[in-house]
């Protein structure tokens, strides 16, 4: 694997921020930049700050705590709540916010869901499950031999979740928390359709409504800021330190069966974020979507249903192949032997650019799309292929494809991570190429996390919004976007037709990521 033709790739991958800065170093705007900073823009960074710390919070706090729940106590029905918890990341945050709108227009009286608190609980119901499945495996892995040494040093109780579990999982945790900011950062369906006014629906106001391009890229800067430093300060935390056991297959640790209260407590509180995050979403889904049937045209639903599945699959099929590619470059693209020069510095860097498009707002890589578009239309060589990129779903594909990346790379990272090297030199020590290597030893040894990650590619995919708002070619139409559109016109009922088939899709998949962890 030739490391020098992957950092072209990775180069490539890192084009849509350069693209960004560029157009927003042009000359000219400053007066529109500074009124808003003047007026407006602080309320608004301080609404996205609040939303992103409480969110990832209280995300962290639910997720981590259901995950040391399910994994260390054992109580009634613990084994099907261990499953059902993954099932809200099936269901798009826009989606739970019509939802919960809709609920709190037919109880009048009651708390609205449009407001800054309805959209930091919107967000922590959907994103929470990421936090849970990365703090499973942690505390899965940590295994028995830790605890009884803890208890050795007279560390028991709740002292030995505080001073042992909890610290070995924290990485576990501050990643899924890292996750929950940078999609709350980024997110624009949820915010606009609870009415909140962030920094993304800000910049897409102001290029859509005021058609300011030059202000909105300025902004969009603004907003990659905060999930770029969080990037860097998660860095920080977790450092050089290790947290791995240390056996190569530690013993699971015992469960401790509840009694009295706490036997129905622990899953009654359990069950609150699926009740909330799943059954009550998909419950009034299917009763809005029963009284909409009788009146609706489904003659558009068939062609969404493909083009949202098309638009999944063959993002998956590109981000396995780039995330494969970067990983395998790191992992063969050294000579032979245990020490290869460079691959640790080579991972790191490739993780850090992959992950760059992630760590990016969706609306800043649907700009840096635009942008391309624009900059090849100027060019009189490259005129006819930027008609293609706004006239084709190619655009949008290169950016969900780039966005959601970064979950393909580390599956293959994971997978490759969990094989000794000492099996790459004996297929090389017998002729076998970089290659053989590849296809007879990491290809096979790490299926399963790569299959993981291309899931986790395919349903936010599926779940995407804002590139296939802004990207979205003349006539295409998506699941995502007949939802959001029937929503903005209050014919919600109708939207839940659509809504529902997203959520039928999303399933399966999200059934799966769920399978694979609970087999490690």
């Known amino acids: 694997m030739n490391r020098r033709l992957a950092s072209l790739g990775l180069v490539l991958v890192a084009l849509p921020l350069a693209f960004v800065i560029a157009a927003a170093l042009e000359p000219g705007g ?36 259901a995950a040391f729940a399910v994994t260390f106590l054992d109580f009634p029905g613990r084994r099907g709540l261990e499953a059902a918890l993954v099932l809200p990341l099936a269901l798009p945050s826009y989606l739970l916010a019509i939802v919960y709108r809709e609920l709190s227009h037919l109880a009048p009286g009651g708390p609205s869901a449009e407001s800054t608190g309805g959209l930091v609980m919107v967000l922590v119901l959907a994103l929470y499950p990421y936090v849970y499945l990365l703090a499973r495996a942690a505390f899965r892995r940590q295994g028995a031999d830790l605890m009884d040494a803890g208890r050795a040093l007279g560390v028991g109780g709740p002292a030995l979740a505080r001073r042992v579990l909890l610290p070995l999982a924290r990485p576990a945790l501050l990643l899924g928390g890292l996750l929950v900011v940078l999609e709350t950062v980024g997110d624009f369906g ?59 297959r530690p013993r699971r640790p015992a469960r401790t069966a509840l009694t009295g209260p706490a036997r129905w407590l622990v899953p009654g509180l359990c069950a609150l974020p699926v009740l909330l995050g799943f059954a009550v979403p998909v419950l009034a889904l299917v009763r809005w979507a029963v009284q909409a049937l009788p009146r609706m045209d489904l003659a558009g639903l068939g062609g969404d249903i493909l083009n949202s599945l098309l638009l999944a699959a063959a993002a998956t099929a590109l981000g396995l192949a780039g995330g494969l590619w970067f990983a395998a470059a790191g992992r063969l693209g050294g000579r032979l032997g245990g020490a290869r020069q460079g691959q640790g510095r080579w991972s790191v860097a490739a993780m850090g650019l992959v992950s760059l498009n992630f760590a990016l707002p969706a609306m800043v890589l649907a700009f840096a799309a635009l942008t391309l578009a624009g900059w090849m239309d100027g060019v009189p060589a490259l005129h006819h292929a930027a008609e293609w990129l706004s006239g084709s779903t190619a655009l949008l594909l290169g950016a969900v494809a780039l966005r959601y990346m970064v979950f393909a790379h580390l599956g293959a990272e994971v997978g490759f991570r969990a094989i000794p090297p000492r099996l790459d030199d004996t297929v090389r020590c017998h002729g076998g190429g970089p290659r053989r290597v590849l296809a007879r030893v990491l290809l096979p040894l790490s299926g399963g996390a790569l299959a993981v990650g291309g899931l986790l590619v395919f349903v936010n995919a599926l779940k995407d919004l804002t590139l296939s708002l802004v990207l979205q070619p003349f006539g295409y139409g998506a699941l995502s976007i007949a939802t959001y ?18 959520v039928a899709v999303a399933l399966y998949p999200v059934w799966s990521i769920h399978r694979w962890f609970d087999a490690r």
């Open 30 to 65: 400053a007066a529109d930049l500074t009124h808003l900073v003047r007026t407006v823009l602080p309320g608004y960074l301080a609404t996205t700050a609040l939303v992103a710390t409480a969110a990832a919070g209280a995300a962290m706090a639910l997720g981590g705590g």
């Open 190 to 248: 949820t915010a606009d359709v609870l009415g909140v006014a962030t920094l993304t629906t800000t910049v897409h106001r102001v290029w859509f409504a005021s058609f300011d391009a030059l202000l909105a890229l300025r902004l969009s800067l603004l907003t990659a800021l905060i999930p770029l430093a969080l990037l860097v300060l998660y860095g920080l935390a977790v450092g050089r330190r290790s947290y791995h056991a240390t056996a190569n």
């Open 485 to 502: 559109h029937l929503a903005k016109v209050d014919a919600f009922q109708a939207g839940s037709v659509y809504a529902l088939c997203l």
